[in-house]
């Protein structure tokens, strides 16, 4: 059974950098095809993709903030991390993970997600 | 890259069938056959329903079914249930390796 979880601190301050933890289980990351990515959702608003990293290391990020995401796993731990720098309100969202079937283009189960606000 | 344009709302009657398009452009989805929909109850994370366009995950009612023309695709709902209520969402895979969101559609079941 796969799950995915998020973590990471719920209030931060603008200007600083939000690091999520996403641990997962019941896949690896190491499995050809196989990837985590990450989409956020403003308080009633739309979701919003972020990045996306692959088995073999491969990442992608949302063009719009591609200057400030970066998406790292660790195979060992079942975990990918995100870091989004330079936070600002408008940043305030649930951050959700979600897992990528392997050579299947769409996310197929997806983390309860956890809220992040960006507030001073 | 622009989210994908769905409606903000739709609304039908319990029994009733419901239409929900979701365009795109050339890039994403009129250039690929990687358009999936979600479901997304109030304060839950979403739940895919359609993938491929038109594929059905194993326990998706197959009362939703999808479709695509062009640039534009579809999801509808047969048999509206009152348990179908909820935000959806399309999302394609794009020509620059990313992905790409709708703005949502909420459903009413009137």
């Known amino acids: 059974q796969i799950t995915l979880k998020e973590s990471g601190p719920t209030l931060v301050k603008p200007t600083q950098t939000l690091t999520l933890t996403c641990t997962f289980s019941?896949?690896?990351?190491?499995?050809?095809?196989?990837?985590v990515g990450w989409i956020r959702q403003p308080p009633g608003k739309a979701l919003e993709w972020l990045a996306l990293?692959?088995?073999?290391?491969?990442?992608h990020y949302s063009p719009s903030l591609k200057s400030r995401l970066t998406i790292t796993k660790d195979t060992s731990k079942n975990q990918v991390v995100l870091t989004m720098t330079n936070m600002d309100p408008v940043d305030t969202a649930t951050y959700y993970c979600?897992?990528?079937?392997?050579?299947?283009?769409?996310?197929?189960?997806w983390g309860r997600g956890t809220l992040v606000t960006v507030s001073s | 890259q622009s989210a994908l344009t769905q409606p903000a709302s739709v609304s039908g009657s319990p029994g009733q069938s419901i239409t929900i398009f979701c365009t795109g452009t050339?890039?994403?989805?009129?250039?690929?056959?990687?358009v999936s929909w979600y479901q997304q109850h109030p304060g839950k994370a979403p739940k895919v329903l359609i993938y491929?366009?038109?594929n059905r995950p194993s326990g998706v009612s197959d009362r939703f079914s999808g479709s695509k023309s062009g640039n534009t695709a579809s999801l509808t709902i047969s048999g509206l249930q009152a348990e179908d209520e909820a935000d959806y969402y399309c999302?394609?895979?794009?020509?620059?390796?990313?992905?790409?969101f709708g703005g949502g559609t909420k459903l009413t079941v009137l």
């Open positions: 979600a897992h990528r079937r392997a050579f299947y283009w769409y996310f197929g189960l």
């Open positions: 019941g896949f690896s990351l190491s499995t050809s095809g196989v990837g």
């Open positions: 990293i692959y088995w073999d290391d491969d990442k």
């Open positions: 050339s890039s994403d989805v009129g250039d690929y056959k990687y």
């Open positions: 491929y366009v038109s």
């Open positions: 999302s394609s895979y794009t020509s620059s390796n990313t992905w790409v």
